[in-house]
Structure formats: structure tokens, C-alpha cells
């Protein structure tokens, strides 16, 4: 079994920082991508960023500049810097990673945490 959990949301002002971080654990072999998605009430969820193992890394036009997605892979742990907070960053934050079980052979599965919520205020 295998469980990614987020921390790190609040409540802050618009310009404020916030840094989210996300835990896998449990029976994991290796990790693919991770990434960080978002979701405001009433609107799909959308990618924010992904990192891939490697290092390389992907946004959102939205949050370039603003954004950073890091990554330790000893901790099977993602992170997301977050500057310049506004009022549009308002979302559950959820993050998603590629996983192989251990014992599963060579597939990779996604998962979900449950996310974390993100506001901010004007």
C-alpha cells in the first residue's frame, strides 16, 4: 500500500509564501514523477507542476517565476516553494507521483494524497 501525504497549506495575504510538502510511504520501489495539481471550487483540477526523477522540471505558465517544485528522492518527498501568493492561487493542492510497488514488478501506478488547501486572501 502506498500513501502520499500533503502539508504545508493555510491562510495567508496576497504576495505571502507558503511551502507544501508531500510524503510517500509504504511498500515503494522506485518513484517516476512527481507533481502538484490544484483544484478551486468549481473548476477541474489542473497541473501546477511535476519534476521528473532526474531533476527535470515542468509548470503551469501561470505560476513560472513564482513556483518551485524540488524533490528529495532519499525521503520519497516533493516540495512546492510558493511566492507571490494571489488571490487566484486559491485551490486544494494535491499531489500526484508515479510509483512502483515493491514486488510489482515493472509497472508504475499514480497516486493522490488528499490534498491541502491553499487560500489566500486580498
Known amino acids: 500500500q502506498v500513501q502520499l501525504v500533503e502539508s504545508g497549506g493555510g491562510l495567508v495575504q496576497t504576495g505571502g509564501s507558503l511551502r507544501l510538502s508531500c510524503v510517500a510511504s509504504g511498500s515503494i520501489d522506485d518513484i517516476n514523477v512527481m507533481g502538484w495539481y490544484r483544484q478551486a471550487p468549481g473548476k477541474q483540477r489542473e497541473l501546477v507542476a511535476t519534476i521528473a526523477s532526474g531533476g527535470g522540471t515542468n509548470y503551469r505558465d501561470s505560476v513560472k517565476g513564482r513556483f518551485t517544485i524540488s524533490r528529495d528522492n532519499a525521503k520519497n518527498t516533493v516540495y512546492l516553494q510558493i511566492h507571490s501568493l494571489k488571490p487566484e492561487d486559491t485551490a486544494v493542492y494535491y499531489c500526484?507521483?508515479?510509483?512502483?510497488?515493491?514486488?510489482w514488478g515493472a509497472g508504475f501506478f499514480n497516486h493522490w494524497g488528499q490534498g491541502t488547501q491553499v487560500t489566500v486572501s486580498s
Open positions: 500526484n507521483a508515479e510509483v512502483r510497488p515493491r514486488g
